[in-house]
């Protein structure tokens, strides 16, 4: 079954792209720098007006009520927001007592302000209250920018590990094309202004 699909979706110099990312798969997008990945997946996320139709399993994007769409459909983007001071407070119960050790925090890091996080330990924490929602799909972009190669190899097989497990369809926009061949069951391209099957993709 596919859950997660765009029919001849159009944003930005983007035109028509259509693709399909089923239950515990990753489909990664490339493209120049400026070449409308981010705003594809804003306008997945419904954050973005645009042209055509995306589905999640049988719903339609614009049947459902854009909070509820976003929660199901849950965008961790390259800078990630955050609202309150604390960590904490961005996070419910169960979330702020289950950090996954890979991550490389202790319990103690709900109490830390926001300021004290550094841009990697930001968007580690990102990724956690994403999965914390638990969404149906989810964006990604640029997951591991910010990470040294270490960490960079354990955040990617957590989230491998944490996709299959949870049955979720993943876009995740990728630079680093050794990333593309770890994590992608399909890889796009964008060129010019269409979406394309990236060479040895399938």
């Not at 028509?16 to 120049?32: H, I, N, P, Q, Y």
């Not at 289950?98 to 990724?127: C, H, I, N, Y």
């Not at 955040?155 to 050794?178: C, F, S």
Request: proline share 3%; hydrophobic share 45%.
């Amino acid at each position: 079954m596919t859950d997660l699909r765009l029919e001849k979706v159009s944003v930005g110099t983007l035109r028509e792209v259509s693709l399909a990312v089923s239950r515990g798969e990753v489909v990664c997008l490339s493209g120049a720098s400026g070449s409308g990945k981010s705003r594809l997946l804003r306008a997945v996320a419904d954050l973005e007006p645009h042209e055509g139709r995306v589905y999640l399993g049988e719903a339609e994007q614009f049947s459902v009520p854009a909070h509820e769409w976003r929660k199901r459909v849950t965008m961790v983007p390259a800078d990630s927001q955050w609202w309150f001071d604390e960590v904490g407070a961005h996070f419910t119960g169960s979330a702020r007592q289950t950090m996954p050790a890979v991550l490389g925090f202790s319990r103690k890091v709900m109490d830390w302000p926001v300021s004290r996080l550094s841009s990697g330990e930001r968007q580690r924490l990102a990724l956690w209250r994403a999965l914390a929602m638990a969404p149906e799909a989810l964006l990604l972009d640029e997951p591991t920018a910010n990470l040294d190669e270490e960490m960079t190899a354990a955040v990617e097989g957590w989230l491998l590990e944490e996709i299959r497990r949870r049955q979720l369809a993943v876009l995740w926009v990728a630079h680093d094309h050794g990333q593309i061949q770890r994590v992608a069951n399909a890889h796009y391209r964008i060129n010019g202004s269409r979406l394309e099957l990236a060479h040895g993709s399938h």
